[in-house]
Nanobody, 124 residues
Framework: QVQLVESGGGLVQAGGSLRLSCAAS????????MAWFRQAPGKEREFVAT????????YCADAVKGRFTISRDNTKNTVYLQMNNLKPEDTAVYYC?????????????????WGQGTQVTVSS
């Protein structure tokens, strides 16, 4: 069983930056592909970015490509989402997710573990 705890959300002005963190329990963190999803009010959960267990492979959604970067530190059991040039449409609850490592996946139902979410609000 893996437990995920997100942090780093908050209120920021458009054009600003935030870094989200997701701390994972367990001793096999490097075996898990990790991802970030987000969900805005009244909308479905949306894929943001994913990273392989080793951290070598990453994939980002077109909506955030060039602005967001996913990374991980397996020595700290933590995955990060660096968000730059934030826009009001990035406002959402951001969720960390994990699955046993394999092909990078962008659909929520392929992930086994989820955090509780952290709110990101971008003001215009």
């Amino acid at each position: 069983q893996v437990q995920l705890v997100e942090s780093g959300g908050g209120l920021v002005q458009a054009g600003g930056s935030l870094r989200l963190s997701c701390a994972a329990s367990g001793r096999t963190f490097s075996m898990y592909a990790m991802a970030w999803f987000r969900q805005a009010p009244g909308k479905e959960r949306e894929f943001v970015a994913t990273i392989s267990g080793s951290g070598v492979r990453t994939y980002c959604a077109d909506a955030v490509k060039g602005r967001f970067t996913i990374s991980r530190d397996n020595t700290k059991n933590t995955v990060y989402l660096q968000m730059n040039n934030l826009k009001p449409e990035d406002t959402a609850v951001y969720y960390c997710a994990g699955r046993v490592s394999g092909a990078l996946m962008s659909t929520a139902d392929r992930y086994d573990y989820w955090g509780q979410g952290t709110q990101v609000t971008v003001s215009s």
